[in-house]
C-alpha cells in the first residue's frame, strides 16, 4: 500500500499513533514558542497543528468550543463580562461574541504569531471576532495575567493546551484559587479535563484539584472528531449551578440572541449536566492534586 508523501504523524498513546493526510500546505513556520502548520486535509477542511498536533480544525471545531463555551454563558444569569485564557484560534472568542448580553472580553494569548495566523488563514472559524470592539487583546502569559490583575469577570474560560510541560502551572491548584478570585459573584470557570479514557490519570486529576478550589463543579463529555477521543468538560463555581431544562435553555438563548448552533443546544444540554460510568468509576480512585510545588504534567513517569 502507497504511503502519502505529506502526513502528520502525531503519537496518541504510548502504543498507537495517528496519520492524517495533508493536501496542501498554506503556512507553515515556527514562532517564538512552537511550530505552527496551517494545512488542508482530505477530512477535515483547513486545519491547525502546534508543535505538530492537532488543535483544531473547519470542519469540526464546533465540536470542542461549543462544548467549552456555551454551558458555561447559558448557565450564568447574565455573562457580561469574559475572560478567555489562551484560544489563540479565535474558536472561543467567536462563540463568546454571539452574545448580546457580553459587553467586554478580554482574552490573554501567549503566542501573538498564532493570532496573527488564524485570522489571516483560519477565518472560518474564527471570523471576524478579532475585530470585535468588546474585545481587549493582551499577549502574554495567561499565570501572569491572573496574578498581576484585579479584575473580575462573570465567566473565565480556559483554553489550553493539555497539561504537559509548558502548561503544567495552569493546571494546578493555586491557579485555580486565582481563578476563583476572579470571578464576580454567581461566576463561573470553564475548561476542559482531557480524555478519560485515553488519559485518565489526567481527568482524574484535573477533576480532584477543581474539587479543592470549588464548591460546585458539573462535568460532561463531548466526543471530538478532529482529536478521536472523548473530551471531557467542567464548569465550576461557589454558587450552585442551575438546573435547566431544555425549554429554559432555549429561552436564555434566544434571549441572548444565539440561533445558529451545531453541537450545543436545549435538546443536548441534559447530557451535559453528568458522566457516564466509566468516567464516573476513574473518578473513585485516589489521585494527587497538582500544585506548584508538585505540578502534574501529562505522561511524565511520577518516581
Given at each position: 500500500?502507497?504511503?502519502?508523501?505529506?502526513?502528520f504523524?502525531?503519537e496518541?498513546?504510548?502504543?498507537?499513533?495517528?496519520?492524517?493526510?495533508?493536501s496542501?500546505?498554506?503556512?507553515?513556520?515556527?514562532?517564538?514558542?512552537?511550530?505552527?502548520?496551517v494545512?488542508?486535509?482530505?477530512?477535515?477542511?483547513?486545519?491547525?497543528?502546534?508543535?505538530?498536533?492537532?488543535?483544531t480544525?473547519?470542519?469540526?471545531?464546533f465540536?470542542y468550543?461549543?462544548?467549552?463555551?456555551?454551558?458555561a454563558?447559558?448557565?450564568?444569569?447574565?455573562?457580561?463580562t469574559?475572560?478567555?485564557?489562551g484560544?489563540?484560534?479565535?474558536g472561543?472568542l467567536?462563540?463568546?461574541?454571539l452574545?448580546r448580553?457580553?459587553?467586554?472580553?478580554?482574552?490573554v494569548?501567549?503566542?501573538?504569531?498564532?493570532?496573527?495566523?488564524?485570522?489571516?488563514?483560519?477565518?472560518?472559524?474564527?471570523?471576524?471576532?478579532?475585530?470585535?470592539?468588546r474585545?481587549?487583546?493582551?499577549?502574554?502569559?495567561?499565570?501572569?495575567?491572573?496574578?498581576q490583575?484585579?479584575?473580575?469577570?462573570?465567566?473565565?474560560?480556559?483554553?489550553?493546551?493539555?497539561?504537559?510541560?509548558?502548561?503544567?502551572?495552569?493546571?494546578t491548584?493555586?491557579?485555580?484559587?486565582?481563578?476563583?478570585?476572579?470571578?464576580?459573584?454567581?461566576?463561573?470557570?470553564?475548561?476542559?479535563?482531557?480524555?478519560?479514557?485515553?488519559?485518565?490519570?489526567?481527568?482524574n486529576?484535573?477533576?480532584?484539584?477543581?474539587?479543592?478550589?470549588?464548591?460546585h463543579?458539573?462535568?460532561y463529555l463531548?466526543?471530538?472528531?478532529?482529536?478521536m477521543?472523548?473530551?471531557?468538560?467542567?464548569?465550576?463555581?461557589?454558587?450552585?449551578?442551575?438546573?435547566?431544562?431544555?425549554?429554559?435553555?432555549?429561552?436564555?438563548?434566544?434571549e441572548?440572541?444565539?440561533?445558529?448552533?451545531?453541537s450545543?443546544g436545549?435538546?443536548?444540554?441534559?447530557?451535559?449536566?453528568?458522566l457516564?460510568?466509566?468516567?464516573l468509576?476513574?473518578l473513585?480512585?485516589?489521585?494527587?492534586?497538582?500544585?506548584?510545588?508538585?505540578?502534574?504534567?501529562?505522561?511524565?513517569?511520577?518516581?
Amino acid at each position: 500500500m502507497n504511503q502519502p508523501k505529506n502526513l502528520f504523524v502525531e503519537e496518541f498513546s504510548p502504543s498507537m499513533t495517528r496519520r492524517i493526510e495533508v493536501s496542501r500546505t498554506i503556512f507553515s513556520q515556527r514562532t517564538a514558542f512552537q511550530q505552527a502548520d496551517v494545512v488542508v486535509t482530505p477530512d477535515f477542511g483547513t486545519t491547525l497543528f502546534l508543535d505538530g498536533r492537532f488543535q483544531t480544525s473547519e470542519r469540526d471545531e464546533f465540536f470542542y468550543h461549543e462544548s467549552l463555551v456555551h454551558p458555561a454563558m447559558v448557565l450564568h444569569p447574565n455573562p457580561k463580562t469574559v475572560l478567555i485564557i489562551g484560544g489563540g484560534d479565535g474558536g472561543t472568542l467567536e462563540e463568546v461574541c454571539l452574545y448580546r448580553t457580553v459587553e467586554r472580553v478580554r482574552m490573554v494569548e501567549l503566542d501573538p504569531e498564532v493570532v496573527t495566523i488564524c485570522r489571516e488563514h483560519l477565518q472560518s472559524i474564527c471570523g471576524q471576532a478579532f475585530d470585535d470592539p468588546r474585545l481587549e487583546l493582551s499577549i502574554g502569559d495567561g499565570r501572569a495575567f491572573i496574578e498581576q490583575s484585579k479584575e473580575r469577570f462573570d465567566v473565565i474560560l480556559l483554553d489550553l493546551t493539555d497539561p504537559l510541560e509548558p502548561s503544567k502551572f495552569v493546571y494546578t491548584q493555586e491557579f485555580y484559587q486565582l481563578c476563583r478570585e476572579h470571578l464576580n459573584d454567581q461566576g463561573i470557570l470553564a475548561l476542559h479535563n482531557d480524555s478519560p479514557f485515553f488519559y485518565p490519570d489526567a481527568f482524574n486529576v484535573i477533576s480532584k484539584t477543581l474539587d479543592t478550589a470549588f464548591a460546585h463543579k458539573l462535568q460532561y463529555l463531548t466526543f471530538i472528531p478532529g482529536y478521536m477521543l472523548d473530551f471531557a468538560f467542567a464548569v465550576c463555581s461557589q454558587q450552585p449551578l442551575a438546573q435547566l431544562d431544555g425549554e429554559a435553555v432555549r429561552r436564555r438563548l434566544r434571549e441572548r440572541g444565539i440561533d445558529r448552533l451545531m453541537s450545543y443546544g436545549p435538546a443536548t444540554h441534559p447530557h451535559r449536566s453528568s458522566l457516564p460510568g466509566y468516567a464516573l468509576k476513574i473518578l473513585e480512585a485516589p489521585c494527587r492534586v497538582s500544585t506548584d510545588s508538585a505540578p502534574y504534567v501529562l505522561g511524565a513517569v511520577v518516581n
